[in-house]
């Protein structure tokens, strides 16, 4: 562990955890920014969370605008040299009048949280360092705080959200990237206008990654209380060690019990093997997923069963090897409804093969979104997966993606 000496003191990521650990959990952030202030002699130190929809990030503390963190501040994303850090996941830094500013990532195991963002007198290699640390701890500061408060909840939020919404919205991991050491996965939901009832659901066992992507039939608070049925029901089940046939039949059951004649989903289960990347997958009426391999772009060929909801039915597991360098992306038929059609998806994951799995994501959803003019017909929906393989025993850290857009540490002609 690296600690600097500052006025005497060593400061690493227990300092950044203790002060936090003494302030109520909606104070957390307010309390390791001025701590950090003082520390290093900062003329300001601030954090910014990443919103709902990854278009802005809102400024949730600033110890010199706003040294009691009530005023929330929406800062534009894109092109902007936050956007920059959290895509290379590398700090940046620039001189200017009052000394050294500098942003650094704020993120936990692949999931982007935010950004923190500091001006010091002076900023070497060890104080890059310490600030490094600092930000990674308060990544586990926020992912724990959040659990006891709306606070962080509320500042993703840019723009006003529907019942429906809401809904949908809670029944998403609560991370929506996660690194290991023989996978990545990441996944994003675009809503339509009258949301569509889309979800996708990802949990990490010892020696299995379960998967799923669902997508509810109908619109807005209906298709919202179906998808709560059938995620429910697939996560009980999963929970109750239940195999993949089983978790599906038992979904199945519940739209059929408890969900009246129109609760109907499509779906696709998987459960991977992470031992041998040998996967089971459950096909209920879902769009084949798209399979990256050795430069080429493929549909999974997969045997349809019914839909969920439709009638009692036997689910059929199907299979499917994985190899290192795999990149499995699995949609909702609203990336292929009609006002999206321009968005070619096979051409943009072999664009962006070299990227990180986050960027692939965010990549396919912004273009889905421009070619639906931002008025979806139906919820588009995306989830991919690369698989690493077995032979690596730790997660190798994020250490940045398309680092050929990064600035260049000193330039201060760069967009906020």
């Not at 990854?54 to 534009?76: F, I, K, N, W």
Request: some cysteine; glycine content about 8%; charged content about 25%.
């Amino acid at each position: 562990m690296i600690g600097v000496a500052v006025d005497g003191v060593a400061l690493g990521p227990g300092d950044v955890l203790a002060a936090a650990e003494t302030a109520p959990p909606v104070e957390s952030v307010e309390v390791v920014a001025r701590d950090l202030a003082k520390r290093l002699g900062a003329f300001d130190v601030s954090f910014l969370l990443v919103d709902l929809v990854e278009e802005h990030l809102v400024r949730l503390t600033s110890t010199a605008q706003d040294p009691d963190g009530r005023a929330p501040e929406p800062v534009d994303l894109h092109d902007s040299v936050y956007e920059r850090v959290l895509r290379t996941q590398q700090p940046w830094q620039v001189e200017n009048d009052s000394g050294v500013r500098a942003v650094l990532p704020v993120t936990n195991r692949g999931d982007c949280v935010g950004v923190l963002e500091a001006t010091v007198p002076f900023c070497d290699e060890e104080v890059l360092a310490q600030l490094g640390q600092a930000a990674h701890a308060l990544a586990y500061v926020i992912v724990t705080d959040r659990r006891f408060t709306d606070h962080y909840h509320t500042g993703r939020r840019t723009t006003p959200m529907s019942l429906a919404a809401e809904i949908q919205h809670q029944l998403l991991p609560s991370a929506a990237c996660c690194e290991a050491a023989q996978f990545t996965i990441a996944g994003a939901l675009v809503p339509a206008d009258d949301i569509g009832g889309d979800t996708y659901d990802y949990a990490l066992d010892r020696d299995t990654l379960h998967l799923s992507i669902t997508d509810a039939a109908g619109h807005d608070v209906a298709s919202a209380l179906t998808a709560t049925l059938l995620v429910g029901a697939l996560r009980g089940a999963r929970r109750a060690g239940r195999d993949l046939a089983g978790q599906a039949q038992h979904a199945n059951q519940a739209l059929l019990d408890h969900g009246g004649e129109v609760a109907l989903a499509t779906g696709l289960l998987l459960r991977v093997n992470l031992r041998t990347g040998d996967v089971e997958l459950v096909n209920a009426g879902h769009p084949a997923p798209l399979l990256l391999r050795d430069g080429a772009v493929e549909p999974v060929e997969l045997e349809s069963d019914l839909l969920f909801g439709v009638r009692p039915h036997q689910y059929r597991v199907q299979r499917l090897d994985l190899r290192p360098g795999d990149r499995l992306v699995l949609l909702t038929d609203g990336m292929f409804e009609r006002n999206a059609a321009d968005a070619d998806l096979p051409a943009l994951i072999r664009q962006t093969a070299g990227l990180h799995t986050r960027e692939l994501v965010r990549a396919a959803t912004r273009a889905v979104t421009r070619a639906s003019r931002g008025h979806l017909q139906d919820d588009a929906t995306v989830l991919c997966l690369d698989w690493h393989g077995t032979g690596r025993t730790e997660r190798q850290a994020d250490n940045g993606a398309d680092t050929d857009i990064a600035s260049p540490a000193g330039t201060s002609d760069d967009p906020v």
